[in-house]
């Protein structure tokens, strides 16, 4: 019989945690030569702080732009936990663009279907998000590549970080995880 030690099960998470690249910019820096340096064709989209502050309502007026770039050299869908499906409908409808709306991330339940509608296998599909427990842990867990990015800062705001955020990188580096 094996048994798994504390150390191989912390090994295991960090390693889900692990995201395959940290941006270290918000997701305007993700871009079409950064696709296809890795072999991407497809991007899964986290909504809220990822493409627009949480208590925002307008878009940056840069993502229309982005989003005009990136959907030239891949498949894109919007995945959020945010249950209001309004918002998001409103978001994705500006960029035009199909979404998914209360994900239950790190579930891969929505990733999964987001996924098959694209088309494509798991390794040409990358999974962006500002979050590691949610975005990257979901991402990892569907063998998508993952990309950690800074949220997206305000209207108003140069950046911020939020306190979840913050307790996140600490545990994750904790585990062992690089950021």
Do not use: C
């Amino acid at each position: 019989m094996l048994t798994l030690g504390i150390n191989d099960l912390v090994m295991s998470f960090s390693r889900l945690l692990q995201p395959d690249l940290v941006l270290g910019g918000n997701v305007l820096h993700v871009s079409p030569a950064l696709l296809s340096q890795h072999n991407l064709k497809g991007l899964i989209l986290d909504v809220d702080d990822t493409l627009v502050p949480l208590r925002q309502a307008e878009t940056n007026p840069d993502l229309t732009q982005w989003m005009s770039q990136m959907k030239a050299v891949a498949t894109i869908w919007l995945v959020s936990n945010n249950i209001n499906a309004h918002r998001i409908s409103r978001i994705a409808d500006l960029l035009g663009v199909p979404y998914l709306t209360s994900a239950g991330k790190p579930s891969g339940r929505k990733l999964k279907l987001a996924l098959a509608a694209m088309n494509l296998p798991a390794n040409q599909v990358a999974m962006v998000g500002d979050r590691l427990f949610t975005d990257v842990l979901a991402g990892n867990r569907m063998g998508l590549f993952t990309i950690l990015v800074e949220p997206m800062p305000g209207l108003d705001q140069v950046a911020r970080t939020s306190p979840v955020r913050l307790l996140e990188e600490t545990i994750s580096q904790y585990l062992g995880v690089t950021l």
